[in-house]
Nanobody
């Protein structure tokens, strides 16, 4: 079982930036990693994903053009650079891994992710 640890959350004013990091411990095969978020009273939603080989990335419409996902294959780290933050970005942000090749479909769907971090709080004030 891989362990994921997020960091980099905090309090920022609207229009500001934050960079989230997520470290995957252990030697493990990774097909993709993703970021999801959950605001109070809402379901966990997809933010972005990146495929380890090749770096192909996908973004939710709500963050496209403002957030950038990247990875460090050698270290098994994934990052989320968040710019032009809005109050509606306030949520707990979680990273997650996809560690298989077969049967994986749309990476915006939670069902394909097998390990999750504990989350990091991002609060954007207006």
């Amino acid at each position: 079982q891989v362990q994921l640890v997020e960091s980099g959350g905090g309090l920022v004013q609207a229009g500001g930036s934050l960079r989230l990091s997520c470290a995957a411990s252990g030697r493990t095969f990774i097909y993709a990693m993703g970021w999801f978020r959950q605001a109070p009273g809402k379901e966990r939603e997809f933010v972005s994903s990146i495929i380890w080989i090749g770096g192909s990335a996908v973004y939710a419409d709500s963050v496209r053009g403002r957030f950038t996902i990247s990875r460090d294959n050698a270290k098994n780290w994934v990052y989320l650079q968040m710019n032009s933050l809005k109050p509606e970005d306030t949520a707990v942000y979680y990273c997650a891994t996809v560690r298989r090749l077969s049967g994986v479909g749309d990476l915006s769907q939670r069902q394909y992710y097998d390990s999750w971090g504990q989350g990091t709080q991002v609060t954007v004030s207006s």
